[in-house]
């Protein structure tokens, strides 16, 4: 089930307010927990077990590393049973993931046959994976009680409105709330409209300008053209915004529904001026992830220069293979590794000099690029689209290209105004502070039946972290 879809907006979503609300407050998590299980079963009723087990895993793990911690015995048992969570949820992960993956690369290097299992990826495992295991991680180091109630604990690895594509909400940034937690109308009012926010970013933007990018993608050498090149990636670059951080508008909203506060998880990102500031505004719970459980554990940047190059490798290696298994996202993932080497060592030096807005230029070429790479998962499509985009092969445009270019233009304005600050700090000097409330309402609901027309209308609804 996926938040854009008619039966989740017009079926689950008011069922389970509704009964949620009807409920006493000891009954509420019972009930996410109920609720979210059919929502991940009703797409994938196979793998509901693999959660299940993460879940009942890393609540027993939990609760013996606090028994280990009374008995003064935290850096052995405690010690012990961390490993054996680390070590149990990246089995899982791994063998769902990646098996595959491994099988393919030696069976091309080695010259071999063996034959692929050709596993069914479980959607979300790399996200709710991260959430237990992140869990474990905090109750080991002392930063958070561990969970005595089964059903809370279940209720927060399996929350359906972050539990498919994230944001990654540890269990410290909602521990309070999972417990006690108060629902006021400002909240649901303020959560339901940053649903819908998100929704319209989702259906009404990464939708449509994602045909585009499947449809350039897909054109033979014969048709292709260096301006339509770079269209595909504008466009592909402008989906995967949309698409995911308005599942994390969507995923917030909803949290706020139901009383929690979950972090932030992007802040505009096509506004930075660096690759740096680029990676602190996009996916930051990621970022938060890997810079409290991988980066500052090896070390961080206390061990000197070396070290800390050979720390930034691990973390961009695995955050470019957490995205997916395939050699385009290990590129990818090296890809920003050099960039933020340089931009850390050598460019810090002389970006004062440089005006803003090339720097921003500067950013975005390379961030545009790297999204060709994200979304290039065939080797081949990869290489021929590289020369594509640097004229290689191709003309530089044709009657296609100015025919798409020309059509688009106005979307495309829309969609980079979209992407900024500028439609929020407009509208507060338009609209006075008295006048939001009802010009946000008005707005909310302008979004969800627009939204609705173009669900009922069109079939191209993926949600491309779904597969992450």
């Not at 509901?48 to 590393?65: E, H, K, P």
């Not at 046959?113 to 959430?131: E, H, K, N, V, W």
């Not at 660096?274 to 554990?297: A, C, D, N």
């Not at 955050?319 to 810090?348: D, M």
Request: aromatic share 18%; proline share 4%; charged share 15%.
């Amino acid at each position: 089930m996926v938040f854009s879809s008619i039966f989740f907006l017009c079926v689950f979503l008011p069922i389970v307010v509704v009964i949620y609300y009807g409920l006493p407050k000891q009954l509420r998590n019972l009930w996410l927990l109920l609720a979210s299980l059919f929502f991940y079963a009703w797409g994938e009723p196979r793998y509901i077990l693999i959660m299940l087990f993460s879940t009942v895993f890393d609540y027993f793990n939990g609760r013996a590393i606090a028994y280990a911690t009374e008995k003064g015995k935290h850096d052995t048992w405690g010690r012990a049973v961390l490993v054996l969570s680390v070590v149990g949820n990246l089995a899982i992960l791994c063998f769902f993931k990646y098996t595959d993956f491994v099988l393919e690369t030696v069976n091309r290097l080695a010259g071999t046959q063996i034959g692929l299992l050709q596993l069914a990826l479980p959607i979300g495992i790399s996200f709710y994976t991260f959430q237990t295991m992140s869990y474990t991680i905090d109750v080991y180091r002392g930063e958070t009680p561990a969970q005595k109630n089964m059903i809370s604990f279940g209720m927060y690895v399996c929350l359906f409105p972050q539990l498919i594509a994230g944001p990654i909400v540890r269990y410290q940034d909602v521990q309070r709330e999972v417990d006690v937690r108060t629902e006021t109308a400002t909240d649901m009012t303020h959560g339901l409209q940053r649903f819908l926010v998100g929704l319209g970013k989702k259906v009404l933007l990464a939708n449509q300008i994602g045909v585009l990018w499947d449809y350039i993608k897909g054109l033979g050498s014969a048709d292709m053209s260096m301006a339509l090149a770079w269209l595909g990636a504008l466009a592909f670059t402008f989906q995967i915004y949309f698409d995911f951080s308005g599942y994390s508008d969507m995923a917030i909203g909803l949290g706020e529904m139901f009383g929690f506060h979950f972090p932030e998880n992007f802040d505009h990102p096509y506004e930075s001026k660096s690759i740096t500031e680029f990676w602190r505004r996009w996916h930051m719970t990621l970022g938060t992830w890997f810079r409290e459980y991988v980066y500052i554990p090896l070390g961080g940047n206390r061990k000197g220069l070396a070290r800390q190059v050979c720390n930034l490798f691990v973390v961009w290696f695995l955050t470019g293979l957490w995205h997916g298994a395939g050699w385009n996202f290990i590129l990818w993932g090296l890809y920003y590794f050099v960039l933020l080497v340089l931009e850390k060592f050598v460019l810090r030096r002389i970006a004062p000099r440089v005006p803003a807005w090339l720097q921003h230029l500067y950013t975005m070429f390379f961030v545009v690029v790297g999204w060709v790479i994200f979304a290039c998962d065939d080797m081949t499509l990869l290489g021929s689209y590289f020369k594509a985009l640097f004229g290689i092969g191709v003309p530089l445009g044709n009657a296609l290209a100015a025919y798409e270019w020309d059509i688009l233009a106005p979307f495309l304005i829309i969609l980079t105004l979209a992407a900024t600050t500028i439609p929020v700090r407009i509208a507060k000097q338009i609209v006075e502070p008295k006048r939001r409330g009802s010009f946000l309402m008005v707005y909310s609901v302008i979004l969800l039946f627009l939204s609705l027309a173009f669900l009922v209308s069109g079939s191209y609804n993926p949600f491309l972290y779904f597969r992450f």
